[in-house]
T-cell receptor, first 116, second 112 residues
Framework: EAEVAQSPRYKITEKSQAVAFWCDPI?????LYWYRQILGQGPELLVQ????????DSQLPKDRFSAERLKGVDSTLKIQPAELGDSAMYLC??????????????FGPGTRLTVT | AQRVTQPEKLLSVFKGAPVELKCNYS??????LFWYVQYSRQRLQLLLR??SRESIKGFTADLNKGETSFHLKKPFAQEEDSAMYYC??????????????FGKGTSLLVTP
């Protein structure tokens, strides 16, 4: 069964360093999401792509975060410079077009970031 | 602004007992509501959608617009139901998908 892939699974970085996360969605899924999940909270949307275009990045801290999906397939989320408050689980999800009756987001295993 | 509230951080029940995980939402339009579940060491996955009115693994959830609630219920809890449960709301109706607004989650522990 196809799954969303993410790497790395764990990342430890020092404050002010740059860090990047990679996501490969399920083949054929045009929509890709990046969420951030702080410990004890639910996931919060950072950015949503439809193919290679950004649909919603209103919650992305653009002074330090960037996201791209150049060929409309895999995606990279970057943080530069990292801050202590960025320590969290970063989740990638993908979905295919459909109605709400069939809609489902498929999540990857996440990347756990620790900023020291 | 849309908001999802799950008032219980932890819910502990005995095996065979009924379980209800509460979810309240605030949204002025017509919401689309979902329950997602994360079992230990597994990925977050869809449990059920309100629009499908389905029963998955014995769980059901009814949308109550008057009370703005979407509580998740199961008449007889099983140990394998122990997991983290997230209520989620979407307001985006388009072919480009439905971004989800999640609650903080409720950890369900079913003890023998």
């Amino acid at each position: 069964e196809a799954e969303v892939a993410q790497s790395p699974r764990y990342k430890i970085t020092e404050k002010s360093q740059a860090v990047a996360f990679w996501c490969d969605p399920i083949s054929g899924h045009a929509t890709l999401y990046w969420y951030r999940q702080i410990l004890g909270q639910g996931p919060e949307l950072l950015v949503q792509f439809q193919d290679e275009s950004v649909v919603d990045d209103s919650q992305l801290p653009k002074d330090r975060f960037s996201a791209e999906r150049l060929k409309g397939v895999d995606s990279t989320l970057k943080i530069q410079p990292a801050e202590l408050g960025d320590s969290a689980m970063y989740l990638c999800a993908s979905s295919r077009p459909g109605t709400t009756a069939t809609y489902e987001q498929y999540f990857g295993p996440g990347t756990r970031l620790t900023v020291t | 602004a849309q908001r999802v509230t799950q008032p219980e951080k932890l819910l502990s029940v005995f095996k065979g007992a009924p379980v209800e995980l509460k979810c309240n939402y605030s949204y002025s339009g017509s919401p689309e509501l979902f329950w997602y579940v994360q079992y230990s060491r597994q990925r977050l996955q869809l449990l059920l959608r309100h629009i499908s009115r389905e029963s998955i693994k014995g769980f059901t959830a009814d949308l109550n617009k008057g009370e703005t609630s979407f509580h998740l219920k199961k008449p007889f809890a099983q140990e394998e139901d122990s997991a983290m449960y997230y209520c989620a709301l979407s307001n985006c109706h388009s072919n480009s998908g439905y971004a989800l607004n999640f609650g903080k989650g409720t950890s369900l522990l079913v003890t023998p």
